[in-house]
């Protein structure tokens, strides 16, 4: 009976104190309402002032989040004191160092790629649609988010990547500028005059109309191959992969039209035998021997 009657007085207990909150309860409640419509008037806000930037698109995202984060989290605080009168900044503060040292450990490499998220966010460089080569990946970027970086290959693939190899890891900007320098190997046969085949790969290459003359054509003798003198030709034109390849396309044709017209050979390999003892030659239809 006791027990009973312990078990009641508690319960008893415990209905008053629910009663006696309600009234807490229900500015809580209040404060969590008020908070939802300041928090969607703050990114209003928020986006209004960020949209006259030039930040880009997923950087705006990221501080329209982070303003209804900080709104949030202050009226949680507001409404947990209202309801708990007890609870202190200090206490709290402290619940929530302990906790993030905890959740620090327990996802560390998540925290590590969207603080690179945000970093990469905030330099200029790499921007969507600019080409680029990292740790072996190579593509197009399509889109920057906090924890990782979708980058399309040039044949069609989508690789995932995430932010802090990006970030670790030096990352070749293809496309950062409208125009970059192309190469090809040509090589000439060692009975050219190799002023006068400069002249001819350069004239050719000039008269090409994807190379950009104007910021010069360097022909260089490189060296000297097994069976020719190679020439290193060098000529800028647009900077995306595909501009690459049509520019040295266009290059290779118009040399190779322009060397022949000219009479320079492009020499195959030449392969010379050489023997340590004379070697005798039979001549056919020499009538001088005669047949079993």
Not at 71 to 97: D, H, Q
Not at 113 to 119: D, K, S, T
Not at 174 to 188: P, Y
Not at 268 to 288: A, C, I, M, Q, R
Request: one cysteine or more; a negative charge.
């Amino acid at each position: 009976m006791n027990y009973i009657k312990t078990l009641r007085d508690q319960l008893q207990n415990m209905g008053e104190g629910f009663v006696e909150s309600l009234p807490s309860l229900a500015i809580a409640i209040f404060i969590v309402f008020l908070t939802w419509i300041v928090a969607r008037f703050g990114a209003r806000i928020s986006d209004m002032i960020v949209g006259r930037t030039e930040l880009r698109a997923s950087l705006k995202t990221l501080i329209d989040t982070l303003v209804k984060l900080g709104i949030w989290l202050a009226g949680l605080f507001i409404a947990a004191i209202v309801v708990m009168p007890g609870l202190t900044a200090a206490s709290l503060l402290a619940g929530l160092g302990i906790g993030a040292v905890a959740i620090g450990f327990a996802f560390q490499d998540i925290f590590e790629n969207f603080l690179a998220g945000v970093l990469i966010m905030l330099r200029e460089k790499m921007r969507i649609g600019d080409v680029i080569e990292c740790e072996g990946i190579s593509g197009k970027v399509e889109h920057i988010t906090l924890r990782e970086t979708h980058v399309r290959k040039l044949s069609g693939e989508l690789t995932v990547v995430p932010n802090s190899i990006l970030f670790k890891n030096p990352v070749e900007i293809l496309t950062d500028d409208s125009q970059r320098r192309h190469e090809v190997v040509v090589g000439v046969s060692y009975d050219t005059q190799l002023d006068r085949a400069a002249e001819v790969i350069r004239q050719a290459v000039e008269d090409v109309e994807d190379v950009l003359a104007s910021k010069g054509i360097d022909i260089f003798a490189q060296e000297f191959n097994s069976s020719s003198v190679d020439f290193l030709v060098r000529w800028w034109a647009g900077s995306t992969p595909r501009d690459g390849w049509e520019s040295k396309d266009k290059v290779v044709r118009a040399v190779k039209a322009a060397l022949d017209e000219a009479g320079i050979e492009i020499p195959f390999p030449y392969v010379t035998h050489t023997f340590k003892e004379t070697v005798p030659v039979s001549h056919l239809g020499d009538t001088s021997r005669s047949t079993p």
